[in-house]
C-alpha cells in the first residue's frame, strides 16, 4: 500500500518531458498604454493576480510592478537557501539528496543575480514577503518531519520542490518579460539564466520521480504482483 502511494504522489508530479524549450515570452501579460503618464503600465489575466505579492500595492508603472516582483523572487530565494539544505539531509534517495543539494548551490547564485538587479534599478535589496511560496515552503517542511516508508517520503518531497519549482519558472517568466518591456536589458540576461536554471532543475526532478516509480514497480513485480506493468511495458 505504501508503494501505491509513493506511486500516486510521483504520478502526481511528473511534468510532460516534451516541448521543454522556457523563455521569457511563455508569461502572457497584457499592456496598455497610460496616455496621462507617457509610459506602459500593466494589466494582468485575472488567472495570474494571485502570483503577486500578498500586500495590496499600488502600481503606479511598469517599474513599480517589476520591483515588486524582484522583491517577490528575492524572498522566495532566500526563504529556499534555508529549506533545500534540511530537504536534503530528509532525503532518503542519493540522487535527490545530490539533486537538492546542487539547487542549493544554484539558489545561492540566483540571490546575488537579483540583487545585481536591484543595483541596476538603483534600490537597496528588500524581501517582499511571498505568500505562495510560503505556504508551500510550509508543506515540505511536513514532508521533512514526516516518519515512516522513505519511498513515500521522497515522493513527497519531489512533489514539495516541483510545486516551488513551478511557482518560480512562471515568475521568472513573469519578470523578464517586464524587464524587456522597460528595456533592462542585463535583468533580462540575469532573469533567463535563473529561469533557464529552474527548468533544468524541474527536468532532473521529473527524472528522478520517473525512476523512483519504476523502482517501485519492479519491486511489486519480483515480489510477486503480476498484474503491474514492467517499465517499458
Known amino acids: 500500500m505504501r508503494a501505491t502511494t509513493a506511486k500516486a504522489i510521483l504520478s502526481a508530479s511528473l511534468d510532460q518531458l516534451n516541448g521543454r524549450s522556457v523563455s521569457c515570452n511563455f508569461y502572457v501579460t497584457y499592456f496598455y498604454q497610460d496616455k496621462r503618464l507617457g509610459e506602459t503600465r500593466i494589466r494582468e ?3 495570474h493576480r494571485s502570483m503577486a505579492s500578498s500586500n495590496e500595492a499600488q502600481f503606479n508603472s511598469s517599474k513599480d510592478f517589476f520591483k ?3 522583491e517577490n523572487l528575492y524572498d522566495v530565494e532566500n526563504r529556499l537557501t534555508n529549506t533545500l539544505p534540511k530537504m536534503a539531509d530528509a532525503a532518503g534517495s542519493g540522487a535527490l539528496r545530490q539533486a537538492f543539494q546542487n539547487h542549493l548551490y544554484e539558489t545561492k547564485g540566483h540571490v546575488s543575480r537579483l540583487e545585481v538587479i536591484f543595483r541596476e534599478m538603483k534600490v537597496d535589496p528588500r524581501r517582499e514577503t511571498c505568500q505562495a511560496v510560503k ?3 510550509a508543506q515540505a517542511e511536513k514532508a521533512i518531519g514526516r516518519t515512516g516508508n522513505s ?3 521522497d515522493a513527497e518531497l519531489v512533489a ?3 510545486q516551488v519549482e513551478r511557482y518560480e519558472m512562471t515568475a521568472y517568466g513573469k519578470a523578464c518579460m517586464i524587464a524587456r518591456q522597460l528595456g ?4 533580462v540576461r540575469l532573469l533567463q539564466q535563473t529561469l533557464n536554471e529552474e527548468d533544468a532543475g524541474n ?4 527524472l528522478i520521480a520517473r525512476r523512483m516509480i519504476n523502482i517501485q514497480v519492479i519491486v511489486k513485480w519480483a515480489s510477486g504482483e503480476r498484474h503491474v506493468c514492467l517499465p517499458g511495458h
Do not use: D, F, R, W
Open 45 to 47: 489575466p485575472e488567472s
Open 68 to 70: 515588486n516582483q524582484i
Open 135 to 137: 505556504g508551500l515552503i
Open 151 to 153: 519511498a513515500v517520503k
Open 160 to 162: 514539495a520542490a516541483q
Open 184 to 187: 533592462l536589458e542585463m535583468a
Open 203 to 206: 527536468y532532473e526532478l521529473t
